[in-house]
Structures are given as C-alpha cells and as structure tokens.
C-alpha cells in the first residue's frame, strides 16, 4: 500500500528534494537496517558516495 506524499513535499519546492533509503549494515549483530533521509536532489550522487553520518 503506497504511503500519501508529506503536503509540504508538493509545492513548487518540495520537487528539490529526493528521499534517500540505504541499507545500513549493523556491526554488532550484522542484521542490516534502512535509513531514510531526505536530501536536495543536487546532493544525492554524493550522499550516495559517502558514508552515514
């Protein structure tokens, strides 16, 4: 079932924003997890690239 988009992401600057999900992998258990971070879309190859803060 597809979530409804946040209101705010529907004005005319809401469209410079890309919602980013990585796989974090967990050192203690090695189960991984997702982490959700919305980032501007110029910054996303680069968000990509490096590692979480």
């Known amino acids: 079932m597809a979530k409804k988009v946040v209101a ?3 004005t005319a600057t809401g469209k410079d ?3 980013v999900i990585r796989a974090v992998k967990s050192e203690k258990t090695g189960a ?7 980032v501007p879309v ?3 190859q680069e968000y ?6």
């Open 17 to 19: 924003w890309a919602k």
């Open 42 to 44: 110029d910054k996303v």
């Open 8 to 10: 705010t992401l529907k």
């Open 32 to 38: 991984y997890t997702f982490r959700e971070e919305m």
């Open 48 to 53: 990509i690239s490096t590692g979480v803060k």
